[in-house]
């Protein structure tokens, strides 16, 4: 298997080539990757001798380079991974959510076409459902409600991906997860933010009341769910991926600062997020009843273990936090 990864030097992205040269020792990845802010070779140090993988630098809206490459490596599936991903930077700068998610897919979908690839996987999020009141679940006929720019790029995206399936046949799967954490989470995002500020001794910016709701996926169990969904999705199936670990914002701040020990005097709460969605929740039973898909992580034993991973990388974070993010936190938080 010759596999197409778009956006494989991001958080979720790199740990998917990781799986997959692991898991998947008989499959070759190109990895395909703009390297925009959010985009980090460090985040693949150890692979890049592997025979089986190569990168590529590029956009997802370039469509010679990418009829090249599926051509030159004889592409059987794409999974796209490639996106901006941040709901704040949506909100300050729509634009390029708009270039990357929904026209960079539409090439994609494309190149996918024209050359009568197998398989074309859509990593999409459950953000594209909106909000939740206080109970109830996503399922896979939740109708789509984005809120922001982001979210609502990412619906675009997938109905092109499902208007490939209906017009031309194409084998397509959507998958829709919650909230990932674990090695190499950018530290715009909470849970990185909370930790690496935290042991900065800076302030713990939380979103207005601090009760909303996010659910916690460990981004590995993420990868494995992908992973089945490639070999396994039945042709224009939507896949929900979630482990049932729903935590207030409260929650997950106050429990990073009792792991490492620092002042709760350190949480600040600031204005809330635009449009902020309440609750998100994601019900799993389909993939885990047609695919057999079950998190392995609990939620304890992996931000224990994501704790331990930023403590024992902290020049990864830190070479992050010193260079250009730091005008993209003065003006989202107003400090350094
Ligand atoms: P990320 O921001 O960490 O990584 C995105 C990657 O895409 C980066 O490496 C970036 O350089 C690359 N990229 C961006 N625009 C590109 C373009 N035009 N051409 C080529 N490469 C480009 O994001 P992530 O958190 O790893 O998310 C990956 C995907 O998973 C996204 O599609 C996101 O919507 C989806 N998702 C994320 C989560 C989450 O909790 N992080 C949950 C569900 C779904
Ligand atoms: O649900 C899946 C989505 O999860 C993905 O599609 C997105 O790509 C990913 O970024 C993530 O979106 P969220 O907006 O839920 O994640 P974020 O880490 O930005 O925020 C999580 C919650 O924490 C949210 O309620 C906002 C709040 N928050 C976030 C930041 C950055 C704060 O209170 N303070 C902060 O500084």
Redesign the pocket.
């Known amino acids: 298997m010759n596999l197409l990864v778009t956006g494989g030097a991001g958080f979720i992205g790199s740990n998917f080539v990781r799986h997959t040269l692991t898991e998947n020792p008989d499959y070759k990845v190109i990895n395909f990757d703009l390297l925009t802010y959010a985009g980090n070779l460090e985040n693949l140090r150890d692979v890049e001798s592997n025979p089986n993988y190569t990168f590529v630098k590029g956009n997802i809206t370039n469509r010679e380079l990418l009829d090249y490459l599926v051509k030159k490596h004889d592409v059987n599936v794409i999974v796209n991974f490639a996106a901006e ?4 930077r949506s909100i300050t700068n729509p634009d390029v959510f708009i270039t990357s998610n929904v026209q960079g897919t539409q090439f994609l979908l494309n190149v996918a076409k024209d050359n009568n690839i197998d398989k074309f996987v859509q990593v999409s ?3 594209v459902y909106g909000s939740l009141g206080e109970t109830g679940y996503f399922t896979e006929t939740t109708p789509l409600n984005p809120n922001s720019p ?2 609502a790029s ?1 619906a675009g995206a997938d109905m092109l991906v499902q208007s490939y399936f209906e017009t031309f046949g194409m084998n397509v799967n959507i998958t829709r ?4 954490y674990g090695p190499y989470h950018f530290p ?4 990185p ?1 909370m930790i690496s500020n935290a042991m900065e001794g800076k302030e713990l ?4 009341d ?1 009760k ?1 709701v ?2 916690w996926l460990h981004v590995k169990d993420h990868c494995a769910a992908i992973d089945l969904v490639i070999k396994s999705g039945r042709a224009g199936e939507i896949y929900n991926v979630g482990g049932h670990n729903e935590r207030t ?1 409260n929650e ?1 701040v106050e429990l990073i600062v009792e792991k490492l020990g620092v002042s709760r005097e350190l949480i600040k709460y ?1 204005a809330d ?1 635009l449009g ?2 309440r609750r ?1 929740a994601i019900d799993p039973t389909k993939l885990t009843d047609e695919l057999g898909w079950n998190p392995k992580y609990t939620f304890d034993t992996g931000i224990e273990e994501t704790i331990q991973w930023y403590i024992d990388n902290q020049e990864w974070w830190k070479n992050i936090k010193s260079g250009e993010y730091q005008n993209y936190y003065t003006k ?2 107003g400090e350094k």
């Open positions: 991903s941040h709901v704040d999020t459950d953000e982001y979210s990412k997860c919650s909230n990932n715009e995002k909470l849970i933010l910016p939380v979103y207005g601090g909303n996010r659910d914002n997950i600031v997020r902020h969605d998100y989202q938080y």
